[in-house]
Structure formats: C-alpha cells, structure tokens
C-alpha cells in the first residue's frame, strides 16, 4: 500500500510540473513580463530564459513519469527548482514586484503570490516523503535524452522564439522652420569687363537669418495613427487618452465600462484603446462594456513592452507628453477623474 501512494504522489507531483510548465505557454507573454517586472532579465533575453524555465519544468513532470534516476536526479532537481520559485517569491512579495497572479500557472489558473508559496511548500513536503519512500530506482540514459529534447522540441513547436518590439523613449525632435539656412548667389558682372571673354562673375552671397527651431515631444505611441473608426490620427497632437487593454482581462473591461460611463457623464479627451487578443473577442468586449472605441489589436511583442504590470494601463497624453499614467495597481478611473478635475 506505501509503495503504491509512493507511486501516486510521485505521478502527481510530475503532472504538476507539466501543468505549470504547459500553462505558462497560452500565452507566453505575461509569464515573460513577469519575469522582466522582476528584474530578472529584460525584454531582449526574456525570451530565451522563459522558454528554458518552461523547457526544463515540462522536461522534468515528463521525468517523474517514469523510473529512471527518480531518486538520484529528479526529485532533488524538482525540489531544488522549488526552491528557486520559492526564493522569487519571497523576494516579490518583501519588494513588492508580484502582480495578482504571480504566473506559476500561466493564465490558466490564477494565484496570488502566497497562495503559491503555500503550494509550493506542500509539493516540497510531499517530494521529501517520495524520495524518503521511493524503492525502484532503475538507470537509462537514452529515455531520458529522448525526454529531455522531446520537451524542448515541444515548447518551441507551441511557441518559437519571437522577439520583442521595444518602444523607442519618449524623444524632443526639434523641427526646423520653413525658412531653411540657405545661401542665395547673385552674379555680378562689372559693365566694363563685360563684353571680355575672359571676365568671371563676381559671386556675391547672403544668407537668410538662421531659422527657428520648433520642438515637438513624441511619444511611445506617435507611430499608431490608424485605429478601427478609419481617421488617420497623431496621439501627439493635443489631448489624448491611450489605454491598453487585454481582451481575456477582467480588469481591463471593469476599467472599460467605467470609462464608458464617465464618458456619458463627463466629457472626455478622444479615447483609443490598444488590444491585445484576438478580431472576434471585440464586439463581445465592447458589448459588455456598453460602448465602444475606436482600437486597434497590437502584436503580443509590441503590447506587453507597452506596459510596465498587468494591464490594464491608462495614459494621458499633452502635445506627446505623458501627464497621467494608471496602471492596473491604481483606482484608475479615480486617478483620471482627479486628473481631469485639474485641467
């Protein structure tokens, strides 16, 4: 009867890992911007090191599958990578780094930080008891090669390597006038030498006063000047609000009805939304958030660059310069509102 729960905890703690090393790649993005939240590593590299987590979290629930080097590698590797997660964690909670979902799970099941710890704490018990416990330790090298390029092959079949789109600094582009520094050339040629064959005109130059320069502010979003209404727009250009928005967010369509309504109620500066998700999620989104506006979807590798924790984020923009800016942390309608009391 031991042998057998030996047996059963051990396969549960190996589709543990394939859970947690699966879910994090639908989709990859949010685990990679929780790791760049962190400081851990950024958006240029990120990709590498996420699919290498990933890789080696799939690799090892494939590990504890079976029977080879059980309790000489893999139980003291599972729990050491534990171990890891449980330091990062520790970490994100005393600096304050972590979001809602700390991103053990992916997307697929949300867990705060110290629901996390909590479990990862009673997979490190339960492995312990296993490797206390565990009897059939048998030795073959080639499955657990096979394993080992299986799950990376995998993790690259479902997600390839892309890399990320960073957005330029927000940049003082100083434009020149019109009038541009020229040189005008006039020929003089004396009436007395005229006529000569050998006569040179005499090149007489004036400048024009130097122009003046103008200086304009643009912003991460200046390039994004078409949106679904079909009017080509500069978001540089006087008052502007810019919001990102995922459409499988909770949080991004409680922040989108209430602005909905703050709309109705108030007037608001011209409103363009940023998506990440997919065309026929938007009718559904904007349904349920009881208007609409005007939006354009984004590629993952440009979205998550955009925004510095889960979204959503709200930005107000004058003339290019960011004035307001509201992430998902914030009361973010509240914040607006104040913001817009003020101006």
């Known amino acids: 009867m031991k042998e057998k729960t030996v047996l059963v905890l051990k396969y549960l703690t190996g589709f543990m890992f394939l859970l947690s090393g699966f879910s994090k790649l639908f989709p990859i993005e949010p685990f990679e911007l929780i790791i760049v939240n962190q400081k851990i590593i950024g958006w240029e590299l990120v990709p590498y090191l996420s699919r290498l ?22 139980l003291p590797a599972a729990f050491l990578l534990l171990v890891i997660f449980d330091l990062q964690l520790i970490y994100s909670m005393i600096f304050h780094t972590a ?38 330790e048998t030795y073959k090298l080639p499955v657990i090669a096979g394993y080992l390029v299986f799950s990376f092959a995998v993790v690259l079949y479902i997600s390839p390597i892309t890399a990320y789109v960073l957005p330029d600094n927000p940049v003082v582009v100083a434009e020149k006038d019109s009038l541009a520094v020229v040189a005008d050339s006039m020929e003089i040629i004396p009436d007395a030498v005229k006529d000569s064959a050998l006569s040179k005109p005499l090149i007489v130059k004036k400048e024009t ?20 209404d079909g009017v080509r727009v500069n978001l540089d250009s006087g008052i ?24 109705s109620a108030s007037k608001l500066p011209p409103v363009y939304v940023l998506f990440f998700g997919e065309e026929e999620m938007i009718p559904g989104f904007f349904n349920a958030a009881g208007g609409a506006f005007p939006y354009k979807i984004i590629p993952p590798q440009e979205f998550f660059p955009l925004i510095t924790a889960a ?18 942390s914030m009361d973010i309608i509240g914040e607006l509102q104040k913001l817009l009391s003020r101006d």
């Open 209 to 228: 006063p130097p122009a003046k320069d103008s200086v304009v502010t643009r912003s991460v979003f200046y390039k994004y000047t078409q949106f679904s």
């Open 53 to 74: 987590i990933i890789g080696f979290e799939i690799f090892l629930g494939f590990a504890l599958l079976q029977r080879a080097y059980i309790k000489k590698v893999f």
């Open 99 to 136: 979001g809602d979902n700390c991103g053990c799970f992916g997307e697929v099941i949300s867990m705060t930080p110290t629901e996390a710890l909590i479990k990862n704490i009673a997979v490190m018990l339960v492995i312990l008891w296993v490797y206390k416990n565990y009897k059939s």
């Open 311 to 328: 979204p959503p984020r709200l930005v107000y923009l004058q003339n290019g310069k960011i004035t307001g800016d509201f992430t998902s």
């Open 240 to 263: 502007k609000i810019v919001v990102l928005f995922s459409l499988d967010c909770e949080h991004c369509l409680e922040t989108a009805t209430k602005l909905n309504r703050l709309r």
